[in-house]
């Protein structure tokens, strides 16, 4: 362990800037895990940049997005720091918690859990908004505060809701093909059932549809990209309800409905840029 | 199996074209095999476009370059198709076959065998530059005998010697990290026994540094691209041999040797674009 904590796992050259790997021991989740990190040239060079947030989907670890999306190229282009953390606690020993892909570990679902069984290790909400933050700003060359979220399928969902719920904390968000409304799909049934509890009052906190409703706070500059021919669109995703909702409140939302696309990594590599490009913008402007 | 020989194995949309994969029975290597194909967006309307192969490293299949290198975002504004052959036969219950990570299985080499054990399967040399460029011309809209070739460490090499021996055959080659000189590696030294024999004799025709030395043909349009801190580039790699012997025939190459880069996909991933500007170039060039 390196004395400001972290521990450098792996470090290749990507774009004229690293693309790195650390680990640490976390507070919130009480064990060891990793993230990636893009440090884009300028950083490299010690001049402070923003950051994006990325999240990734079930079954993902802090691998995926970074050996798949190719998402080095813009970020490199563009002068921000790219951070993912893996999708949940690991190596727990909780019983149950590696019997499914779509529960336990790999599936944290972005949540703090208030059940017993989890409530002590699976708190990913807390670990992405609070407690990651504090370790990039301390160990890497980013502007403090100045940051934004995105991310796949259950990660979307915890990007939306760690901005929906953090009024302020993110200068934009965008998602792909985000679990838009969780308690209403057997993805986020199960797992709200098994973090949050039987209550379904209990789930709606942590439901963007319903968070969107009442979200009072700067613009969010939303984007969402979704596949047409998803074929999770209908009975889990649902990302009609979240922009029907987002329309009730008169939040602006960007919703792309890109046809013929699924819900792989070649539909996320497509467009990864223009997210991006997205939230440069916003992050940029912001400190402008 | 469909009628003209190839069945589809996945279709996934990406940059506005179609990345797929197909399988079919090889008569060179009596076995299913699978490629890879990407079909940029005009060649999905029906426009006849330039293919170039790749060829992957030790342990790939046909999956590795598409996941990993972020290559279709330029394949599909180039307007080139893309086809990316597994690295060996496999499943043939040929003692020794998947002992080791480096021969046999998933470590084809790119040549045509001539020991007892391997040599009515292992003809990765025939395959690619004889088998598979007619099946892709018979099942896809290409334009006939338009192509290029290119590839990454064993198939770095692969790539070179399709090119060096079969001058005219390809509009431009490139390689990264090429296992440039194998008779002097222990990679290449270890494959050349194993399909090719004890005597080194045998090698040479196989090996791109010597026959770069006799080769007379139409110009190779050649580039490779080599990280500086690659761990396997003093005592596997040797591209300095491969250049030096360019030097002394004559042959013009473009040896970029790239600081601080590895041989990760990291690094194939930030100039994968240079090279498939470099083909679709030569590529377009020749049917001006």
Request: overall charge negative.
């Given at each position: 362990m390196s004395a400001n904590g972290v521990t450098l796992v792996s470090s290749n050259r990507c774009f004229g800037g690293r693309q790195e790997v650390y680990s640490h021991d976390s507070e919130q989740l009480k064990c060891k895990m990793l993230f990636s990190i893009y440090i884009p040239p300028k950083a490299v060079d010690g001049v402070k940049v923003p950051v994006l947030y990325w999240l990734s989907g079930l079954t993902c670890t802090e691998q995926n997005f970074i050996i798949k999306s190719g998402f080095q190229r813009y970020a490199s282009d563009?002068?921000?720091v790219v951070v993912a953390p893996d999708t949940s606690p690991r190596g727990l020993n909780i019983e149950g918690e590696d019997t499914d892909y779509d529960f336990g570990t790999g599936a944290g679902f972005y949540v703090d859990s208030t059940q017993d069984k989890w409530k002590d290790n699976y708190r990913m909400y807390s670990y992405v908004t609070k407690e990651l933050p504090l370790i990039i700003e301390q160990n890497f060359a980013v502007i403090s505060g100045c940051q934004s979220i995105t991310g796949h399928s259950m990660g979307g969902h915890?990007?939306?809701i760690c901005a929906l719920k953090n009024p302020g904390?993110?200068?934009s968000v965008s998602a792909f093909a985000p679990i838009a409304n969780p308690s209403k799909g057997k993805w986020g049934q199960k797992c709200f059932k098994g973090y949050l509890g039987d209550n379904p009052k209990d789930w709606e906190e942590w439901d963007s549809t319903l968070l969107v409703d009442k979200y009072n706070g700067p613009p969010l500059n939303l984007l969402i990209d979704q596949g047409s021919?998803?074929?999770?669109?209908?009975?889990?995703l649902m990302g009609k309800n979240f922009v029907e909702s987002c329309a009730g409140a008169k939040?602006?939302?960007i919703y792309r409905l890109q046809e013929g696309y699924d819900h792989s990594f070649f539909f996320v590599s497509t467009f990864i840029g223009q997210h991006i490009a997205h939230h440069a913008k916003a992050l940029y402007d912001s400190i402008a």
């Amino acid at each position: 362990m390196s004395a400001n904590g972290v521990t450098l796992v792996s470090s290749n050259r990507c774009f004229g800037g690293r693309q790195e790997v650390y680990s640490h021991d976390s507070e919130q989740l009480k064990c060891k895990m990793l993230f990636s990190i893009y440090i884009p040239p300028k950083a490299v060079d010690g001049v402070k940049v923003p950051v994006l947030y990325w999240l990734s989907g079930l079954t993902c670890t802090e691998q995926n997005f970074i050996i798949k999306s190719g998402f080095q190229r813009y970020a490199s282009d563009e002068g921000i720091v790219v951070v993912a953390p893996d999708t949940s606690p690991r190596g727990l020993n909780i019983e149950g918690e590696d019997t499914d892909y779509d529960f336990g570990t790999g599936a944290g679902f972005y949540v703090d859990s208030t059940q017993d069984k989890w409530k002590d290790n699976y708190r990913m909400y807390s670990y992405v908004t609070k407690e990651l933050p504090l370790i990039i700003e301390q160990n890497f060359a980013v502007i403090s505060g100045c940051q934004s979220i995105t991310g796949h399928s259950m990660g979307g969902h915890g990007a939306l809701i760690c901005a929906l719920k953090n009024p302020g904390l993110y200068r934009s968000v965008s998602a792909f093909a985000p679990i838009a409304n969780p308690s209403k799909g057997k993805w986020g049934q199960k797992c709200f059932k098994g973090y949050l509890g039987d209550n379904p009052k209990d789930w709606e906190e942590w439901d963007s549809t319903l968070l969107v409703d009442k979200y009072n706070g700067p613009p969010l500059n939303l984007l969402i990209d979704q596949g047409s021919t998803d074929p999770y669109l209908a009975d889990d995703l649902m990302g009609k309800n979240f922009v029907e909702s987002c329309a009730g409140a008169k939040v602006p939302v960007i919703y792309r409905l890109q046809e013929g696309y699924d819900h792989s990594f070649f539909f996320v590599s497509t467009f990864i840029g223009q997210h991006i490009a997205h939230h440069a913008k916003a992050l940029y402007d912001s400190i402008a």
